[in-house]
């Protein structure tokens, strides 16, 4: 069953033939680019077919046994983050072509590919240091992208987003060294089936290793009081780059997810409970950090950065209660997430090229404000989760599953009225960009000195729009199937902490105990 | 489910689906796009109708699908006497608003946008009235509040109109947001969101400890929704919608879902004290602080919004009474206020398109202008008023009726007091509209010369109005769907009869008194007015803006602080948090008792570990001069690769040795271009704030590090050790895993090292194409630069040493499946051979010596290790599944061939490239930077007497 493998290694052939084969001709590279997307969103509806009849597929690379080679792991899990990540790679990808950021610097198509070659490979693996081996390649491949086309503020931004990650990386190392010496294994199974031997009094260096794992997925998950880099990072990078990153944040909690439910989770007397004592609090401030900054951002792709790091927040609140039902809301609110934060920044890229530069202040109308306009509203109030779109499902999942009377109070709050805030935020920024505007009938030509290109006065064509309905869209169906899609999550979290198929599916029969 | 129930899945659809119809109609004329909106919605109502008659029987249709069964949500309808009525009203009237609307918007607006919006709204408020399942009710709860903005906001350009629209999304989305635990804290108490099942469940939900949680929070939802105080200010700031909205939303419906939401709840909610108290004083406050505002406002709209304000007070006030009879009269005065204050809001919405004026400062002497208009606007005034034989003096009666036999806080007063009070006001003010408007002297100051609109425009308040006489005059007719409406709401089967004249009774007097000093009031209304307007009183719309612009301030300031850029507070942040976390994590549980002992610390040791650390002090003292701090992290490198010999791990130590070697030259290359020292930029307490945090840091490590080595523990890596030769084909356990165990995790990691020469280059190409060329052009780099270049005795020795570091890389790179060495080793001895070449006779030169491209280089190494590892596809194994063999070539020794070389030969090709394209960037920066190219390979060859430098820019 090679197919397990395809999402990593179709993007790694592919990549290094559009970097050194094609890289003189940007068509030759587009049309090769987006059939391998394609390619890859077929493989995964297959994987996800496989995933869905519960059964824990293992991929033994170098065929050698389990804990001791390399195993790929694939679940409904991981099944269907690929699938999330493939998705949204083709809409990025067409929405880059059609706007031809892509050219706008070298390598995009082949760093893109390295790039879902990564993601993917992060949510395939069913080994810790491979897991990191993937961080680092995501992290590069997207710093790659981040300062695709340069720009003085963006290689600024830049810095501090891959100085803030190569700490995170040392830190993963650090972390991985200590759990090494305290279980002797790197195998998430093996693990998950050690760290519950170890007794609640003797578990202080494996302790020490959950927790610093987790400080390393909350740096990608952007998690109070490490997300610092975010808001910067995702303001300036390019608009599609900035969308295919909705994934990247999706990647620290999943690790979260998968890791500390595995190996920490429920059942492991040294570890159980420690993550989640840290990353709920810790979530909780991180949905008021993101809702102040869309209420207080001075300019649009700050505040969609800041909705990203608020909504992350929610997620991870949900993540935190360490629970079945809390986790299929968690899940549910995470594709809708993606899908709503990519479909926001392909909007407003829509907007901003067509403006001068992303300032939330009046300036004339762009051409076909009215469209914009209804982009926008469409984007925000899935972001800001009110109905009819997703988020506001999701919420209602995460808002029933968390029902613990000890952390009720501060869960429902913290969710409301991060929403409120979020929506009065998006509601000021829609109502100066799209309708103030219409009051400046001249342009008012102040122009910002800033990094984007001349503001153009085309209309976007249909194609160009193409990608921010298509995200769009995406949550309407998430919305309208809720039933069928919380059914395959149901299933992917009881199959999630069900430690013992996970460990006998991957070790044998006998590695379980 | 009977047949016909299918029909509320369509009623429910229909204005959605309708919703894209005007703005396409739209391209076929104004009047095809108003009928175009109207079809959808008397499709709706016929459907409506052919349920009726079962619901008027008294039965309840239902019908559901599944939805998101997780959750308990279903796309389940429920229809009974109070939706019904509900949803006549939000139909019948959207149909009169499509009809006015036509008439009434300019050829300015956009019609199908508005019409849209309009249809958009009408089906979330019909989805609420026919929910059967809370949660979806609160979907569509949320859906008003959304369209809603859209139509307050819809003359976009008018600040009014934006700042409304906002304060409108603000406060009934806060509620709603209320409404959302509040309804999550009823489902929970009763297991179910169905209405069924919570309509069944009233004596579990008022004896759970989360009654009170679940009852404010639900109120909270209803009182911003249906204006009641404090929350009762946006409402007229909603006025700068179009009047048609006004109408619709703003008096008929939107605001009634408030009331709509405790009448549904009623039978579970009410009866309790809190419920008295917390509604019925809300009401009653709202009552007769809406009509008191009402009385002193000039905006004919704004008159209108808060009568609306106070006679949604009086309605919360009836169902807070709790009782079977203020029910029935809430009902009744529900269809009342409906017919009159619509036909009121349009009468307005007529004035002002004919007199292009709303205030009535400068309007009066209507009535022979505009007849018809006056004639709608005094019955309908009238109505509120609640005069005799107008149907809002019989629901307004029964209000008076149940105020004056309901108890307060023990006294039997107060709500029989202001309730008068505000049936007072309430005359005054209707008098005044009809008076100040219609009456008085012809003017001829009228910004616009007024006269009655055509036919359709007033078609729709004449009908209404012409309700408001049939009802008023013969309320028996009403009586079927009031009572139908009343059971609904109250759960139980009551025969209400509603007449005119109850007889000699304390609500007869309440009234009369009421309709004298109404008459009364407005006689010294001027007066009034004017101390009404010198006397001060906070004005909810500033306190609003403040409240919105102060939080927003907030934000941005605890934004801008907290996200300032400052990468080191990052850093700093970000290390604090990993070592307290892990310090608690640490101090949390014990640790199992040591299992080794510590070593004796023999000289050679305990020099290198003080080098160390005197380099690395050094490093931290000297950082400023990067040079000098360049080279003693070369020292730090080597003294950690002396360690690795040591401890013998020859592999590590290679590793160690060319990485760095690499790593220090392209660093001192770079530097080339950089500033020479680090500016002094951090004060003393910084200083110190950061030492103290790396040194914490670096204790924590030390501590974690010193407590695991202290401690044996069984490791996959025995089993490395152990199939190393067996499975895996080498000696050298070490290459065996970056090649074959974790050959993967290899392969990962060259393709981070090939990005990485990507992304130099395309860094690079970003910078020559940017501004920063510019700067490079023009730094001078002549007074620091050696005159010869290129040395004779370098020249030579690098190409002596060339082929002899050829030979040792292929050396190093085929030993390495069984000695110390492999792919990666090698790729970076070669590196530093050729390196050697281009630093000793220059880039350009050696560059024109060699033909291969360094990005084809890293691309064929990249796809070589892959392709090796697809290969073992071809013999059903699983990705990089290694084989060997060994092969005996005559006068060669037997040697083995192992899969697992050419994944090295890729490992090896991905490296060399990788380095060799960072080598070529830098150096294209450096021709930017005016180097220079030379033709020969040093600059003084005594080969060739006489020839100096001889070079080209």
Known sequence: ?513 | MSESSHFLFLIALLPFIGALLPGLMIRAGRTACAVFTAVPTALALILLMMLAPAVMRGEVVQAEIEWLPQLGLSASFFLDGLGLLFATMILGVGLLITLYARFYLSGDDPMGQFYTYLLLFQGAMLGIVISGNILLLLIFWELTSLSSFLLIGYWKHLPEGRQGARMALAVTGAGGLAMIGGMLILGDIVGSYELVDILAAGDAIRASEWYLPALILILLGAFTKSAQFPFHFWLPHAMAAPTPVSAYLHSATMVKAGIFLMARMWPVLSGTDAWFYIVATTGLVTMVLGAVIALFKDDLKALLAFSTVSHLGLLTMLLGFGTQAAAVAAVFHIINHLTFKAALFMTAGIVDHETHTRDIKRLGGLRHLMPITFVIGTVTALSMAGIPFFNGFLSKEMMLEEASHTKWLGSYYVIPVFATLGALLSVAYSYRFIVHVFLGPERDDYPHKPHDPPFGMWAAPALLAVLVLVIGIMPVLAEAVVTVAANAVTGADLHPHLKIWHGVTPALYMSVFAIIGGGVLLAVHAPLQRFWNAAPRPEAKEIFEWLVDSVAGLSRRITDISHNGAISRYLAIFVVTSVAVGAAAFFGSGLAAPTRGLLSVPPVIAVGWFMLIVATVSVVMMHHSRFRALVLIGVIGLTISAGFVYLSAPDLALTQISVETVTIMLLLLALHFLPKSTPKESPLGLKIRDGVIAVLAGAGVAGLAYAFMLRDIGTISDFHIANSYEGGGGTNVVNVILVDFRGYDTYGEIIVLGIAGLIIYAVMHALLDGPASRRLRNVDYSQDRSRDRHPLMMVVVTRVLMPLAAMVGLYIFLRGHNEPGGGFVAGLVIAIALLMQYMASGFAWTQARQRIQYHAMIGTGVVIAGLTGIGSWLFGSPFLTSSYTYIHLPPIEEFEVATAMLFDLGVFLTVLGAVMLMLYSLSRIARYAGETVNLEPMDYDPAKTGSGDREEA
């Not at chain 1, 931004?157 to 040392?170: I, K």
């Not at chain 1, 926001?344 to 403006?355: G, I, K």
């Not at chain 1, 779109?389 to 991060?418: E, V, Y």
């Open chain 1, 1 to 513: 069953m090679h197919w397990i493998i395809l999402p990593v290694i179709l993007p790694a052939m592919l990549a290094p033939i559009l970097g050194f084969v094609m890289r003189h001709d940007i068509s030759l590279a587009r049309v090769a680019s987006i059939a391998g997307t394609a390619t890859l969103v077929a493989i995964a509806v297959g994987l996800t077919m496989l995933a869905s009849d519960g059964e824990t597929h293992v991929y033994r690379l170098g065929d050698w046994p389990a804990p001791f080679g390399i195993v790929l792991v694939l679940d409904r899990l991981s099944a269907m983050m690929v699938m999330l990540t493939s998705l949204l790679a083709l809409v990025v990808l067409i929405h880059a072509v059609v706007t031809g950021w892509d050219a706008r610097g070298r390598h995009f198509h082949a760093l893109f590919q390295f790039q879902l070659m990564g993601i993917c490979g992060a949510f395939l693996t069913g080994d810790v240091f491979n897991l990191f081996v993937f961080f680092e390649v995501l992290l590069i491949a997207s710093y790659g992208l981040m300062i695709h086309a340069g720009g003085r503020e963006r290689m600024q931004a830049g810095l501090q987003y891959v100085v803030m990650n190569l700490a995170g990386s040392t830190l993963f190392l650090f972390a991985l060294g200590t759990l090494y010496a305290s279980t002797g294994t790197l195998n998430i199974a093996d693990l998950a089936a050690k760290v519950p031997t170890i007794p609640a009094d003797e578990a202080a260096l494996v302790r020490v290793a959950a927790i610093l794992l987790m400080v390393v997925f909350a740096v990608k998950a952007a998690l109070f009081p490490v997300q610092f880099w975010l808001p910067a990072t995702y303001a300036n990078a390019p608009a599609p780059v900035a969308a295919l990153f909705a994934i990247m944040t999706k990647v620290g909690a999943y690790a979260i997810i998968r890791v500390h439910t595995l190996a920490f989770g429920p059942g492991t007397p040294g570890t159980d409970g420690l993550a989640a004592s840290w990353l709920f609090p810790a979530a909780i401030v991180t949905i008021a950090v993101g809702a102040f900054g869309v209420l207080g951002a001075k300019r649009l792709m700050p505040l969609i950065a800041f909705s990203i790091v608020g909504s992350m927040g929610t997620l991870l609140v949900a993540v935190a209660a360490f629970s079945p039902t809390a986790m299929t809301a968690a899940l549910y609110y995470m594709l809708h997430s993606t899908f709503a934060a990519a479909g926001l920044f392909l909007m407003a890229d829509l907007v901003v090229s067509r403006r001068n530069g992303d300032l939330l202040r009046t300036q004339a109308p762009t051409i076909q404000n009215g469209l914009f306009a209804a982009l926008f509203f469409g984007a925000a109030i899935a972001m800001a989760g009110m109905p009819p779109l997703s988020g506001f499902l999701g919420k209602l999942l995460i808002l029933d599953s968390l029902r613990d009377p000890g952390t009720i109070a501060w869960a429902w709050t913290a969710i409301l009225a991060g929403s409120l805030l979020t929506i009065v935020g998006f509601a000021r920024a829609g109502s100066t960009l799209f309708w103030k505007s219409t009051s400046v009938p001249v342009a008012s030509a102040e122009s910002e000195v800033t990094d984007m290109p001349e503001p153009a006065s085309q209309p976007a064509t249909a194609m160009e729009i193409a990608p921010t309905m298509a995200a769009i869209a995406l949550l309407i169906g998430l919305s309208v199937f809720a039933g069928p899609v919380s059914n395959y999550l149901e299933g992917t979290s009881a199959q999630l902490f069900d430690r013992a198929g996970y460990i006998s599916a991957v070790l044998g029969p006998e590695g379980e105990g």
